[in-house]
Nanobody, 129 residues
Framework: AQVLEESGGGSVQAGGSLSLTCTVYGDIGMRDALGWFRQASGKEREGIAVGWAYGGRTSYAESVKGRFTISSAISRHSPVKEMTLFMNNTVPEDTGTYYC??????????????????WGQGTHVTVSS
């Protein structure tokens, strides 16, 4: 079974940077989708940054383009499988619970949560103004 574990949440002031790490336990395919979703209080969960598990194609939400980047440190023989979300130039609207998710391979990784079937427990990020 595949298990995802997020780490790195916390508080940051607007304009600051924060990174979140998703550790994958179990197998994951080269072109399986892996990435980050977030849910703000009272809002629906939204996809913000996803990509192929081993790196390559990525998709970003408009709200984070140019500010957030995902980086994969996963390969066939990786002893530790991690994908990191680098959050730069944060704004209060980035506040929420961030979830790592994995799904079947796609020609292009999707930001639609329905296409992901394995989810982490989430980690909270607070951006203060």
């Amino acid at each position: 079974a595949q298990v995802l574990e997020e780490s790195g949440g916390g508080s940051v002031q607007a304009g600051g940077s924060l990174s979140l790490t998703c550790t994958v336990y179990g197998d994951i395919g080269m072109r399986d989708a892996l990435g980050w979703f977030r849910q703000a209080s009272g809002k629906e969960r939204e996809g913000i940054a996803v990509g192929w598990a081993y790196g390559g194609r990525t998709s970003y939400a408009e709200s984070v383009k140019g500010r957030f980047t995902i980086s994969s440190a996963i390969s066939r023989h990786s002893p530790v499988k991690e994908m990191t979300l680098f959050m730069n130039n944060t704004v209060p609207e980035d506040t929420g619970t961030y979830y790592c998710a994995a799904g079947p391979s796609r020609w292009w990784p999707s930001l639609r949560s329905e296409e992901y079937n394995v989810w982490g427990q989430g980690t909270h990020v607070t951006v203060s103004s």
